[in-house]
């Protein structure tokens, strides 16, 4: 298998596949999983052939949130860097949101921070009876900012309020309740689930669903104009650098609890 962070393939059905493939740490994502999938949907969006985008990852995990040790080298670069790794996050975001082909997650295991962004932009989501779910910013003193509008696309502001201010974990039956998940099956099922959405997809219309989708994101907290966005990326980029986001990535790294101020 190929080392690249992400991994895509396309069939002759015109249906890709894109693996997040960082196994070894969960999926986490840093700058080199962000440029491979915005290089992805590059590539695949350029195809006449694309139908369907297939997303899982690779080993145990979906997606673990952040790589918090990269997160933390982020941090104490300068403001302009910070600036363009948060944008680069919340483009990969925002284009997986508005592909304008049907996009299917698979998630299995850890689905964390960035994660749940992720599967939030997504069209269909089918979780594993094992996954795991967590909206983890704030126990690290940082905040979700830049995936925040999908988020309430889809679990609504009330669910949001909780899940993204507790920082728990819930499983694939709560996630389904509140609207991350479409569907939970057995771990072992969980391709062939997939499968089975991708051959419902292929059965509609490609125009048709494309028109449905963009004009649902146009009533949508994720459709946000460019102002928007970029206060986003702003606010998401500020918070790393503060002296509450250092706490946080400090009490991970030195496995204790955080000593917060105020």
Request: proline share 0%; no cysteine.
């Given at each position: 298998m190929s080392s690249a962070p992400v991994l895509h393939d396309i069939d002759a059905r015109g249906v890709a596949t894109v693996a997040l493939n960082r196994p070894e740490v969960g999926n986490a994502y840093n700058g080199d999983m962000i440029h491979g999938l915005l290089a992805a949907m590059d590539e695949l969006g350029a195809r006449p052939d694309l139908r369907v985008v297939l997303l899982r990852g690779n080993g145990r995990h979906f997606q673990a949130g952040a790589d918090l040790g990269w997160i933390n080298s982020v941090r104490v670069a300068s403001p302009e860097e910070n600036v363009r790794v948060s944008r680069a996050t919340a483009e990969a975001v925002d284009r997986l949101n508005r592909l304008p082909v049907p996009t299917v997650a698979l998630v299995q295991g850890g689905c964390f921070g960035g994660g749940t962004g992720i599967i939030a932009a997504c069209d269909v989501v089918i979780a594993?009876?094992?996954?795991?779910?967590?909206?983890?910013?704030?126990?690290?003193?940082?905040t979700a900012a830049i995936i925040l509008p999908q988020l309430s696309d889809a679990i609504s502001v009330r669910q949001l309020r909780r899940y993204a201010l507790t920082a728990e974990r819930f499983g694939a039956a709560e996630a389904m309740r509140i609207g991350l998940a479409h569907q939970v099956v057995p771990l072992d099922r969980l391709a062939a689930a997939g499968e089975e959405i991708v051959g419902r997809l292929l059965e509609n219309g490609p125009v048709a669903m494309a028109e449905t989708k963009a004009i649902a994101l146009q009533s949508a907290w994720g459709g946000i104009d460019p102002?928007?966005?970029?206060?986003l990326v702003e606010s998401h980029s500020a918070k790393r650098q503060t002296e509450e986001?250092?706490?946080?990535?400090?009490?991970?790294?030195?496995?204790?609890?955080?000593?917060?101020?105020?």
């Open positions: 594993a009876d094992n996954a795991m779910f967590s909206i983890a910013e704030v126990r690290w003193g940082l102002a928007t966005f970029e206060a986001a250092a706490e946080g990535l400090a009490s991970f790294a030195e496995k204790r609890a955080a000593r917060w101020a105020g």
